[in-house]
């Protein structure tokens, strides 16, 4: 069974970095090509706010996290980031990491699409 872990949350003041990591217990290059962040705060709705297409690096950031936040791979370790720059008290939450496919269609895929999930690191930004 495939099994997804991040690493890397943890507390920090506004304005402070963090680098999280996910990395799969096997190749999954065969059954994913897209590798999404996802986070949820407290009360809200679960959201993705990055995704990245394995194949050519293609890469989405929501709106939010744009010019702040980065994502990037090392297939050989089939592992994906997240630098996360200039927090705010507002990106607050747990994040999770996603493996999926993409289609080819509308991108990043949606939630149902990505099949593996890890369990989540918690971030917390104090401002």
């Known amino acids: 069974q495939v099994h997804l872990v991040e690493s890397g949350g943890g507390s920090v003041q506004a304005g402070g970095s963090l680098r999280l990591s996910c990395a799969a217990s096997?190749?999954?290059?065969?059954?994913?090509?897209?590798m999404g962040w996802f986070r949820q705060a407290p009360g809200k709705e679960r959201e993705q706010i990055a995704a990245i297409y394995t194949a050519n690096d293609r890469s989405f950031y929501a709106d939010s996290v744009k010019g702040r936040f980065t994502i990037s791979q090392d297939n050989a370790q089939n592992t994906v980031y997240l630098q996360m720059n200039n927090l705010k008290a507002e990106d607050s939450a747990m994040y999770y990491c996603?493996?999926?496919?993409?289609?080819?269609?509308?991108?990043?895929?949606?939630?149902?699409?990505?099949?593996?999930w890890g369990q989540g690191t918690q971030v917390t930004v104090s401002s």
């Open positions: 996603a493996a999926g496919m993409y289609d080819g269609s509308w991108f990043p895929p949606q939630t149902y699409q990505y099949r593996y």
């Open positions: 096997e190749d999954i290059s065969r059954t994913t090509n897209c």
